[in-house]
C-alpha cells in the first residue's frame, strides 16, 4: 500500500512526508537501492547518497510530468519505461557536468559511483512506483526524495 495525498493543503503534505519517511521507505520497506546508502566511510564518497537522492528527485519530477503530459495523453504509456531510462541517463549526465564545472574535488572523489546512478534500481523504481500509485507531480517529487 502506498501512501495517498488527496489535495495539497500543508497538514496532507505533512502526513505524505512522515508516511514516505518512516513507512514507505526505499531502503528499509521496499529495500531498493541500497548500495549508496549502506556505504558508510568518513570519505567524501558517502555524498554517493546524497547524489542518488538528489537524482531521485529530479527523477520524479521529470518521469511525472512527462507521463501525465505526454504519455498518458498520447496513449503511449507502454514506453513508460523506456522514456524513464532516458530521462534518469540524461539527468545524471546533468548532474555529473554540474557537479565537474561547480565542485571538481567532489567530481573527482565521487568516480564511478556518479555515472553508477543511472543503474540505481531505487532510481527506477521510484519513477515507475510514482506512476502506478497515480501521484500528481508534488507527490511525486516528495516521495522521490523522501521515500
Not at 22 to 33: K, M, P, V
Request: hydrophobic letters at 50%.
Amino acid at each position: 500500500m502506498t501512501p495517498v495525498m488527496q489535495t495539497n493543503s500543508c497538514g496532507n503534505v505533512l502526513l505524505f512526508f512522515v508516511s514516505c519517511v518512516l513507512s514507505h521507505n526505499f531502503i528499509f520497506s521496499r529495500f531498493l537501492g541500497c548500495c549508496p546508502f549502506l556505504g558508510v566511510s568518513n570519505k567524501v564518497e558517502t555524498a554517493a547518497g546524497l547524489a542518488v537522492t538528489f537524482v531521485m528527485g529530479l527523477a520524479s519530477l521529470f518521469t511525472s510530468a512527462v507521463y501525465q503530459y505526454v504519455l498518458y495523453p498520447l496513449q503511449l504509456t507502454y514506453l513508460d519505461t523506456i522514456s524513464f531510462i532516458l530521462i534518469i541517463a540524461g539527468l545524471v549526465q546533468f548532474v555529473e557536468m554540474f557537479l565537474k564545472k561547480s565542485s571538481p574535488a567532489l567530481y573527482k572523489s565521487l568516480g564511478i559511483y556518479l555515472p553508477l546512478i543511472t543503474t540505481n534500481c531505487a532510481v527506477l523504481g521510484v519513477a515507475t512506483l510514482n506512476t502506478s500509485a497515480q501521484y500528481d507531480i508534488l507527490s511525486a517529487v516528495l516521495n522521490g526524495v523522501f521515500g
